[in-house]
């Protein structure tokens, strides 16, 4: 079972009941809009920055990359209880079917309904790559958490911004903007950390 501290398991839980706040104020969109489809991915995404960034927690080595992972974790926990309130308050599903990023067609990105839903989204870690992390020395740790960490925050900065310009509903529209806002300053100290150690930039996949 992942290991989260209290303080992140918390954060979910408000942000699952600032959601159910909104089911008498929101007007829910139809199944299958943007705003469906961006929460129900973007979890997703943000379920694996969580599970890195408490590997990272549990066994790195450098108190600047645990920090960071901390941040990362608590931001990212909060903002999945969040989705996950709004999706629950729509009486949508809370994990998309059939693939993902359908809900980018209609021109609005380039993994797209125009080349059908995606098996996977693009920046995501693979099971070899996260068992490599978890088996990493701590010095080793570190390193491999900035480099997939920060693949992870470039494949997700398309459908943060598909969702920042088309999502329906403004309170969804903002949150994609701070994500994006705060993803595009963690990927430069991201790079900056890895340059500092020496370490090379991930290829996106």
């Known amino acids: ?7 992140a398991v918390l954060l979910v839980a408000v942000g699952v009941g600032f959601g159910f706040l909104l089911r008498g104020d929101a007007d829910p969109p139809a199944a299958g809009l943007i705003d469906v489809g961006f929460l129900q991915d973007m979890s997703v995404h943000h379920d694996q920055a969580v599970d890195m960034a408490a590997t990272e927690l549990t066994g790195g080595a450098d108190p600047a990359v645990k920090n960071l992972a901390f941040d990362i974790l608590t931001t990212q926990q909060n903002q999945i209880g969040r989705m996950q309130g709004w999706l629950t308050a729509w009486d949508e599903p809370l994990l998309p079917t059939g693939g993902h990023m359908a809900w ?6 380039s993994h ?3 080349h059908g839903p995606v098996a996977t989204m693009p920046g995501m870690a693979d099971a070899t790559e996260l068992a490599r992390l978890r088996a990493a020395t701590p010095a080793d740790r570190d390193v491999l958490f900035l480099q997939l960490m920060l693949r992870h925050h470039q494949g997700g ?12 509903t403004g309170y969804v529209r903002d949150l994609a903007r701070r994500m994006s806002a705060t993803q595009s300053a963690e990927s430069e100290l991201l790079t900056d950390m890895l340059r500092q150690r020496g370490a090379s930039v991930l290829p996106l996949r």
């Open 112 to 114: 797209g309904a125009a």
């Open 157 to 168: 900065a398309e459908m943060l911004a598909v969702g920042a310009e088309h999502a329906e």
């Open 1 to 7: 079972m992942r290991w989260l501290p209290l303080g």
């Open 104 to 109: 980018m067609g209609g021109g609005h990105g």
